[in-house]
T-cell receptor, first 117, second 115 residues
Framework: NAGVTQTPKFRVLKTGQSMTLLCAQD?????MYWYRQDPGMGLRLIHYSVGEGTTAKGEVPDGYNVSRLKKQNFLLGLESAAPSQTSVYFC????????????????FGNGTRLTVT | AQSVSQHNHHVILSEAASLELGCNYS??????LFWYVQYPGQHLQLLLK??????LVKGIKGFEAEFIKSKFSFNLRKPSVQWSDTAEYFCAVNARDTGRRALTFGSGTRLQVQP
């Protein structure tokens, strides 16, 4: 049982390049999230998904796109990377609380450290 | 929109000292509350959570937190810290009746426990 798996673990990009971060979960969770972590700013929500084929914007969505074509996968894309996107990116997933429309506790992946030069 | 404030950015304690980390949120409706811990080089792990019921919640590794609705607070406590508690601690909130099914995190508190 792998939980939440993120690939790649590290990546260096040049300004203007594009890339896709992959998140996969094997817990059959409905909800999936992409957060970025920056020193002194905690975790900020980029985009999230409450089910296959659905996505929603978080607090800092600009410059990112996401897709959830399969329930177990949540992709985060950077179309034209900028130095401001240098960060550690965490994917997380959650089951919904039975009978409720809010998430239970989040399960996190190990993170992707992205540097944009 | 809900927000979370963690006023202690960096706390240094000696082993066996008591710990209290502050967390305040800014939403007047019903909330779910969480504390996560991130050990150096690792991902976030759940310490404890509050959804309803007894406002004093016990979590793993001897941690507990108290929900005080009138103060919009969910402070984390531990009676006696160990060197292995050195980590970053994050408070998070989900505003249940907004329809936004995501957690908002605070900026974190870095705890350093000296042997």
């Amino acid at each position: 049982n792998a939980g939440v798996t993120q690939t790649p673990k590290f990546r260096v990009l040049k300004t203007g390049q594009s890339m896709t971060l992959l998140c996969a979960q094997d817990m059959n969770h409905e909800y999936m999230y992409w957060y970025r972590q920056d020193p002194g700013m905690g975790l900020r929500l980029i985009h999230y998904s409450v089910g296959e084929g659905t996505t929603a914007k978080g607090e800092v969505p600009d410059g990112y796109n996401v897709s959830r074509l399969k329930k177990q996968n949540f992709l985060l894309g950077l179309e034209s990377a900028a130095p401001s996107q240098t960060s550690v990116y965490f994917c997380a997933s959650s089951a919904h609380v039975p009978g409720q429309r809010f998430p239970n506790s989040l399960h996190f992946g190990n993170g992707t450290r992205l540097t944009v030069t | 929109a809900q927000s979370v404030s963690q006023h202690n950015h960096h706390v240094i304690l000696s082993e066996a000292a008591s710990l209290e980390l502050g967390c305040n949120y800014s939403y007047g409706g019903t909330v779910n509350l969480f504390w996560y811990v991130q050990y150096p080089g690792q991902h976030l792990q759940l310490l404890l959570k509050y959804f309803s019921g007894d406002p004093l919640v016990k979590g793993i590794k001897g941690f507990e937190a108290e929900f005080i609705k009138s103060k919009f607070s969910f402070n984390l406590r531990k009676p006696s810290v160990q060197w292995s508690d050195t980590a970053e601690y994050f408070c998070a909130v989900n505003a249940r009746d907004t329809g936004r099914r995501a957690l908002t995190f605070g900026s974190g508190t870095r705890l350093q426990v000296q042997p």
